[in-house]
């Protein structure tokens, strides 16, 4: 079996806290999935992350290592210091309907940065005074298989595709190692054929990465399950994520 790494061009955590909806982290160390508690009222407030790879080196592999032979295409991270884990985590992976600015910021910045994507913006936020505006995830009237899903007073938090053969699912026990190691052959595939084929849905759909979330059960309730952190590409350790592109070369 041969097997290829891709890494990420782009990785960010987004933060639906009304105090970080604008925040970027283009350029932290870690990825997290945590919720935060409200200080002024019943919710907790989740974060995602975002992640992409380049459509350019995607086509490569595939072209000229992989060729007709079938392959697998799996997303990896490697878990750092994950904290009060209270139960089984539920992870989601969609790709990505919507393009997003990688940015410059990290979590701790004071001032926030906010020239990349965020829980409210995908490209940065409204600078009034700069006369620039940032672009809003689209919380309405969706296209076609495709979703969003956020709470009243966070709306944002990405917009991805939905349906068969898009939504990635794994649930990890109490006591596992948490390493993310998820197959996305098929989104990954998709998005091959619509760099190779254009705007032929549903053969193919755009690559604007992926989406890494809890499910709903877990980011939208009052209690907190915990702080899940992954390496991200901006790590000084040897750990980032990579898509894993493996293949049958034997003769």
């Known amino acids: 079996m041969a097997h290829y790494f891709i890494f990420p061009e782009k990785d960010a955590t987004i933060y639906s806290h009304p105090t970080n909806q604008s925040l970027n982290t283009g350029i932290d160390e870690i990825l997290t999935l945590r919720d935060i508690e409200s200080n002024t009222d019943s919710n907790y407030y989740p974060s995602r992350f975002l992640i992409q790879f380049s459509n350019r080196e995607l086509a490569d592999v595939i072209d000229n290592k ?88 966070a709306p944002g938090g990405g917009v991805w595709f939905t349906g068969s053969g898009f939504e990635v699912t794994k649930t990890y026990g109490f006591n596992e190692e948490i390493d993310i190691s998820l197959d996305i052959t098929a989104p990954v595939i998709k998005h091959y054929k619509f760099a190779a084929g254009g705007t032929q849905y549903p053969n193919g759909i755009p690559n604007n990465g992926f989406i890494v979330k809890r499910t709903d059960t877990q980011e939208f309730t009052a209690k907190d399950d915990g702080e899940l952190n992954f390496f991200s590409m901006d790590t000084h350790t040897i750990y980032p994520p990579y898509l894993d592109i493996a293949w049958d070369d034997s003769s």
Request: aromatic share 10%.
């Open 66 to 153: 992989v060729g007709s032979t079938i392959l697998s295409a799996s997303l990896k991270a490697y878990q750092t210091e994950h904290r009060e884990l209270i139960s089984d985590q539920k992870l989601e992976v969609y790709p990505l309907a919507e393009s997003w600015v990688n940015g410059t910021g990290r979590l701790s910045n004071s001032p926030q940065i906010t020239n990349g994507v965020s829980w409210k913006f995908r490209d940065g936020s409204d600078n009034s005074y700069l006369n620039t505006f940032g672009t809003t995830w689209n919380t309405s009237s969706l296209p076609v298989n495709t979703t969003a899903s956020y709470i009243d007073d």
